[in-house]
C-alpha cells in the first residue's frame, strides 16, 4: 500500500510535520477532496537523553462516517510505531 504525504516542515534534528489522509485504505475511494490531519515529530532535549513528542491533529475536520474508526486505527497504530522506535534507539549494536 502506498501512503501519500505532504511535507510541511523539516528541521533537521527538530522537527518534521506532513498532512496526510489517515486510515484512508480502501483503494475503491478517493480520499483527495477530504481534509488531512497534520502529524508533528518534535525532538527536545531531556535529562537523560532526548525526547521525542508526536502530536496529530485534525480529527475533528475528518468526515464524520470516518472519524471514528480514523481515530481509533492511528491511535493503536502511533502505539505501535513509538514501540519500534523505543526498541530501535535502546538496542545497542
Given at each position: 500500500?502506498?501512503?501519500?504525504?505532504?511535507?510541511v516542515e523539516?528541521?533537521?534534528?527538530?522537527?518534521?510535520?506532513y498532512r496526510?489522509?489517515?486510515?484512508?485504505?480502501?483503494?475503491?475511494?478517493?480520499?483527495?477532496?477530504?481534509?488531512?490531519?497534520?502529524?508533528?515529530?518534535t525532538l527536545?532535549?531531556?535529562?537523560?537523553?532526548?525526547?521525542?513528542?508526536?502530536?496529530?491533529?485534525?480529527?475533528?475536520?475528518?468526515?464524520?462516517?470516518?472519524?471514528?474508526?480514523?481515530?481509533?486505527?492511528?491511535?493503536?497504530?502511533?502505539?505501535?510505531?513509538?514501540?519500534?522506535?523505543?526498541?530501535?534507539?535502546?538496542?545497542?549494536?
Open positions: 500500500m502506498t501512503m501519500a504525504i505532504d511535507v523539516v528541521s533537521p534534528e527538530q522537527r518534521l510535520s496526510w489522509h489517515p486510515y484512508a485504505i480502501d483503494p475503491n475511494v478517493d480520499y483527495s477532496s477530504e481534509p488531512t490531519t497534520l502529524v508533528t515529530l527536545e532535549e531531556a535529562t537523560d537523553g532526548t525526547q521525542l513528542k508526536i502530536v496529530e491533529s485534525g480529527f475533528d475536520q475528518i468526515p464524520l462516517h470516518r472519524r471514528d474508526e480514523a481515530f481509533r486505527m492511528n491511535d493503536s497504530g502511533w502505539a505501535a510505531q513509538t514501540k519500534n522506535i523505543e526498541r530501535h534507539v535502546t538496542t545497542s549494536d
